[in-house]
T-cell receptor, first 116, second 113 residues
Framework: DAGVIQSPRHEVTEMGQEVTLRCKPI?????LFWYRQTMMRGLELLIY????????DSGMPEDRFSAKMPNASFSTLKIQPSEPRDSAVYFC??????????????FGPGTRLLVL | GIQVEQSPPDLILQEGANSTLRCNFS?????LQWFHQNPWGQLINLFY???GTKQNGRLSATTVATERYSLLYISSSQTTDSGVYFC???????????????FGQGTILTVHP
């Protein structure tokens, strides 16, 4: 399997512009997660989906952030309008529910976002 | 509050040395993972270990859930082991917390040749 795929790998944009990050989870996985990593706050969960349905978005910083999962193989995280404080590495991860319950989350390579 | 604390924050080793990284967590967990973030920023799964002991080559991990800690052992360290090691847990909140990994702040490991 190719693992979790994210695009773009790097994004540089100007304040006020819309940014769209993309993720393709591992085939067959039923959970998808979006995380953000910054020096100040470390790694933090933003939102996660189960079977394409958003389950918990309590980590989404504000209304400028939105996430969608239109089908089992694709998700987007959108920031509109972007601000310099949104600069971070954004990771997507996926996992598969098993009879035993919780399972390993596999992370994509991340998108490094810089907002000028 | 809910916390995941890792120690030491920084560790410098000579190639060939052994090391132990520790992760303390403040409440019951039903998922615990160890990750290695390499110098290119990629998060690599090392272990899924909510309890018990596992080994993978030069790495091994032990989680004592009742005492709320986990240990990651690195033996015969190599320069490629350098990077940041994260412990992440899902706290047991009666089924409402599935998948909500809470990360520690990491241990920065540097292995010199």
């Amino acid at each position: 399997d190719a693992g979790v795929i994210q695009s773009p790998r790097h994004e540089v944009t100007e304040m006020g512009q819309e940014v769209t990050l993309r993720c393709k989870p591992i085939s067959g996985h039923d959970y998808l997660f979006w995380y953000r990593q910054t020096m100040m706050r470390g790694l933090e969960l933003l939102i996660y989906f189960n079977n394409n349905v958003p389950i918990d978005d309590s980590g989404m910083p504000e209304d400028r952030f939105s996430a969608k999962m239109p089908n089992a193989s694709f998700s987007t995280l959108k920031i509109q309008p972007s601000e310099p404080r949104d600069s971070a590495v954004y990771f997507c991860a996926s996992s598969l529910t098993r009879a035993t319950g919780q399972e390993t989350q596999y992370f994509g390579p991340g998108t490094r976002l810089l907002v000028l | 509050g809910i916390q995941v604390e890792q120690s030491p924050p920084d560790l410098i080793l000579q190639e060939g040395a052994n090391s132990t990284l520790r992760c303390n967590f403040s409440d019951s967990v039903n998922n615990l993972q160890w990750f290695h973030q390499n110098p290119w920023g990629q998060l690599i799964n090392l272990f899924y270990i909510p309890s018990g002991t596992k080994q993978n080559g030069r790495l091994s991990a032990t989680t004592v859930a009742t005492e709320r800690y986990s240990l990651l052992y690195i033996s015969s360290s190599q320069t490629t082991d350098s990077g940041v090691y994260f412990c992440a847990v899902v706290f047991d909140a009666g089924g409402t917390s599935y998948g909500k990994l809470t990360f520690g702040q990491g241990t920065i490991l540097t292995v010199h040749p």
